[in-house]
């Protein structure tokens, strides 16, 4: 025999699996349709003007609703002795699904398929099916219609900020390009001036070198006879 305590564990685990399997069979195959079946029958069989005491959480104190105010579609799922066995796995195997599903890339996805995520049905699946726990309404509260023209305010001040930034950056970039075109033109002016200055010393020249020629010439015609 075993003497190792984890050894003990895994044993007794072991001749309570089918005992577990018989369990939650039970709860899915039977008790939880029983739950839809009593509720099809108070919505056919009960009468109208019947009072329905409904118990709340431990804080909160029996409710009075009649017939007309339970009336819905609701699905209903046996919370069991197996419910809350297991309950840090459960809970790391839904943060995992969380994980997934908050990913860029499945949104991303779904956003491509025409389809989003809704984040409040989701949570209540995951404590209401997954961990049983209520109360999601304690958790998830509408947002405050101040907090809400608050909010925005605020974002319609950081876009008006960001148009103004990028109007300022769009003015100095349009004032930028100017001030280029401008000196672009004066360099191309001053090129040309510079090309019309060298042109011009070039043909003074030319025309000084035609003289000073011509003058040498008739210095030479005037020169030859004298020498005879």
Not at 38 to 51: D, E, G, M, T
Not at 97 to 102: D, F, G, I, P
Request: no cysteine; charged share 15%; proline share 3%.
């Amino acid at each position: 025999m075993p003497r190792a305590g984890f050894a003990v564990n895994s044993l007794i685990n072991l001749a309570l699996a089918d005992t577990e399997d018989i369990a939650d069979t039970i709860e899915q195959e039977l008790l939880t349709p029983g739950l839809a079946d009593v509720y099809a029958i108070i919505q056919q069989y009960v009468p109208q003007s019947q009072i329905l005491r409904i118990p709340g959480r431990a804080r909160e104190a029996i409710q009075v609703f009649s017939k007309a105010d339970i009336h819905g579609d609701y699905s209903f799922t046996w919370q069991g002795a197996l419910g809350f066995q297991d309950t840090q796995q459960r809970a790391h195997k839904f943060m995992q699904l969380l994980q997934v599903l908050l990913n860029h890339t499945p949104l991303q996805l779904l956003q491509q398929g025409g389809q989003t995520l809704d984040l409040a049905v989701l949570l209540r699946s995951i404590l209401a099916s997954g961990l049983g726990e209520r109360g999601l309404s304690d958790i998830l509260i509408a947002i405050p219609a101040a907090q809400i023209q608050q909010q925005q305010a605020q974002q319609s001040a950081i876009q008006s900020t960001q148009q103004q930034q990028v109007t300022h950056q769009q003015t100095l970039d349009a004032h930028s390009a100017a001030q280029q075109q401008i000196r672009t033109r004066i360099l191309a002016q001053q090129q040309q001036a510079d090309a019309a200055s060298a042109q011009a010393k070039a043909r003074s020249q030319q025309v000084q070198d035609r003289i000073a020629l011509l003058k040498a010439m008739q210095a030479g015609q005037h020169g030859g006879p004298q020498g005879q």
